[in-house]
C-alpha cells in the first residue's frame, strides 16, 4: 500500500517555472514505477511522464517533451516534476501515480493503482 501526497501547485505566468513534489509513504517505494498525471476542466485525465524505478528510463508525453523533466529521489521516497516553459495549456489539476507492476511505457490511468489528491497548477498569458 502507497500513500501519495502531491505538493508545489501554483500560479504562474506563461514562461515561468514550477517544481512538483509527491512524498510517497510505504517501504517499497523504490520498486514502484511513478507517473504524473493531469486534468484540465472538462477534459479527460492525461499522461505526463512516468519515470521506472530505478531513475534510469522515462518516458514524455509530445506536449511536454523539452520542457519537463521527471526525477526521483528514492530515499526520501519522492519523485519530483519540474516544469519550465510553462503555457497556459499546462493548467490542470497534476495527479502522482504509483504501480508496482507499470513499466515505465505504461500511459494509462488504468495502468495505475495509487494516485494523490492533486495539486493545481495555473499559467496565466
Known amino acids: 500500500q502507497v500513500q501519495l501526497v502531491e505538493s508545489g501547485g501554483g500560479l504562474v505566468q506563461a514562461g515561468g517555472s514550477l517544481r512538483l513534489s509527491c512524498a510517497a509513504s510505504g517501504r517499497t517505494f523504490s520498486r514502484y514505477t511513478m507517473g504524473w498525471f493531469r486534468q484540465a476542466p472538462g477534459k479527460e485525465r492525461e499522461f505526463v511522464t512516468t519515470i521506472s524505478w530505478s531513475g534510469d528510463n522515462t518516458y514524455y508525453a509530445d506536449s511536454v517533451k523539452g520542457r519537463f523533466t521527471i526525477s526521483r529521489d528514492n530515499a526520501k521516497n519522492t519523485v519530483y516534476l519540474q516544469m519550465n516553459s510553462l503555457k497556459p495549456e499546462d493548467t490542470a489539476v497534476y495527479y502522482c501515480?504509483?504501480?508496482?507492476?507499470?513499466?515505465?511505457?505504461?500511459?494509462?490511468?488504468?495502468?495505475?493503482?495509487?494516485w494523490g489528491q492533486g495539486t493545481q497548477v495555473t499559467v496565466s498569458s
Open positions: 501515480a504509483a504501480d508496482p507492476q507499470a513499466s515505465v511505457w505504461n500511459r494509462r490511468v488504468y495502468d495505475y493503482d495509487y
